[in-house]
């Protein structure tokens, strides 16, 4: 078995850590944690049907050549 690597500064007890905050979240806490995110910044996260990711991404294209 492999042995488990950290970034500098993390062990294994400061992951647990940190996954348990996250698993004790609520959904409102993971939908404001998303907005807070994104307020002031002008990109949008939103879901499409995954036959539109073709165009959606040739769109994208155009738009940061332009």
């Known amino acids: ?18 996954l348990a905050e996250l698993d004790a979240r609520t959904e409102e806490e993971w939908v404001a944690a998303d907005e807070e995110e994104a307020d002031g910044r002008d990109q949008t996260v939103i879901t499409v049907p995954t036959a539109l990711l073709p165009e959606i991404r040739r769109l994208l294209a155009s738009h940061k050549t332009a």
């Open 1 to 18: 078995m492999n042995e488990q690597r950290f970034p500098a500064g993390w062990d294994e007890q400061r992951v647990m850590r940190l």
